[in-house]
């Protein structure tokens, strides 16, 4: 059976600051999915990440449906309401166009979606960020699906030693979606020297070579791209599908016990590192750090079994622990160099203004040349 996955997320308004939405703004986009979506979707899972609300659907009609993505814009513009009676930071923020038209891109929401042939057993993996950008997948992507030092699957499945095909995204890119498509293993260097710059070059989707099926989704949209300015941070979701032709579980969570440094935390200019979180989990320190989520499913004709947390483990205690000393390591050299993002990546255009008019202070100083 051919089915699609949808993936739609927003930062809608949260308590406290950009902590978590609302129980009460959770429970009125909830609500809206379920009862306006059916005859619509086939199942749905709406949770959140820190500050993001992001609504799971499942249906047949393929990836960049009308209909299914106005229902996931109307629930945030019907939560937008609860968000802005209850005084919520930041009620509707990500909500960027007035009015609908066609689908969410472009229009502030990030989307992950994919249609595909379901396999007999069929698990997959629905990772959600916050404080952070959609670059952040680029380390675990590329571990997970290209390095046999992370994989082993590369090596012991014939299948998967075929290697898979990247397509990344040029984000910069305003007019238009600008794409390359490389493959591992030959393009290896390409790729990595593309995702070394995860601002500017992100995985949009991964595919087994052997099988031509598609792996990995991710929402690859920049907030500030959109808007000409910076709204927020991007918080991009992702979705995975693990086992038989593609990575293990186990191979696709392996990356995220680094804690990776990403793009994000205090007032999206920061570079923090990424912490594996359970889900459901708030932001706190230095208005982060970073989180990653991920939900674990089992989908047949549609129908969801799960989630079940994949970071809900002893083990990812001591990742978070480890993840905590190196934030405040980080934090220990406030806004000197690696700490602070790029210029050109700060979510305030202040220092920009403040270096413009320090400009004007400048003065050549005239050197007395020797006789
Ligand atoms: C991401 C997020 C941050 C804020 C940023 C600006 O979820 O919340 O990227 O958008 O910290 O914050 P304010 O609105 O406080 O200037
Ligand atoms: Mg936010
Ligand atoms: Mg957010």
């Known amino acids: 059976m051919k089915i699609t996955i949808s993936v739609i997320k927003a930062d809608i308004g949260s308590v406290g600051g950009h902590i978590a939405p609302s129980e009460k703004l959770l429970q009125t986009v909830k609500q809206y999915v379920v009862e306006t979506g059916k005859g619509l979707l086939i199942d749905n899972y709406v949770s959140f990440t820190g ?40 009620a509707g923020q990500d909500l960027l166009k007035d009015a609908f038209s066609g689908n969410v891109h472009g229009m502030g929401p990030a989307v992950a979606e994919m249609e595909f042939e379901e396999r007999p057993g069929e698990p997959f993996l629905f990772f ?11 380390f675990p992507l590329y571990l997970a699906f290209a390095d046999a030092m992370n994989t082993p699957g590369l090596m012991l499945s014939p299948k998967m030693a075929k290697g898979f095909k990247f397509v990344i995204m040029d984000v910069n890119h305003t007019e238009g979606d600008r794409v390359v498509e490389l493959q591992a293993p030959e393009d290896m260097y390409d790729i990595a020297t593309l995702l070394r710059d995860p601002e500017r070059y992100v995985v949009e989707s991964v595919w087994s070579r052997a099988a031509g099926t598609q792996a990995v989704s991710v929402a690859t949209s920049r907030l500030h791209n959109i808007a000409g300015k910076y709204t927020g941070k991007d918080d991009p979701v992702m979705l995975v599908r693990s086992q038989m032709d593609f990575p293990a579980t186990g191979e696709v969570l392996q990356p995220f016990a680094v804690g990776h440094f990403v793009a994000g935390g205090m007032r999206g200019s920061h570079n923090m590192p990424i912490m594996p979180v359970k889900l459901n989990t708030t932001i706190s320190y230095f208005d982060g750090p970073p989180i990653v989520s991920c939900a674990s499913f089992s989908i047949r004709n549609g129908k969801l079994t799960g989630p079940v947390d994949a970071f809900d483990h002893p083990f990812w205690d001591r990742v978070r622990d480890h993840v905590s000393d190196k934030a405040m390591e980080m934090r220990k050299q406030g806004f000197f160099g690696a700490a602070m993002l790029t210029m050109n990546e700060l979510e305030y255009t202040g220092i920009i203004e403040k270096i413009a008019s320090i400009d004007k202070k400048f003065a050549l100083r005239t050197v007395q040349k020797a006789a």
Request: hydrophobic letters at 35%; aromatic letters at 8%.
């Open 51 to 90: 500050d993001d609300i992001a609504i799971l659907m499942t249906h047949t009609h393929g990836e960049g449906n009308e209909k299914v993505h106005k229902l996931a814009w109307d629930a945030f513009v019907t939560g937008t309401a609860v968000a802005k009676s209850q005084g919520l930071y930041g």
């Open 128 to 138: 959600a960020a916050d404080k952070t950008d959609p670059g952040a997948y680029n």
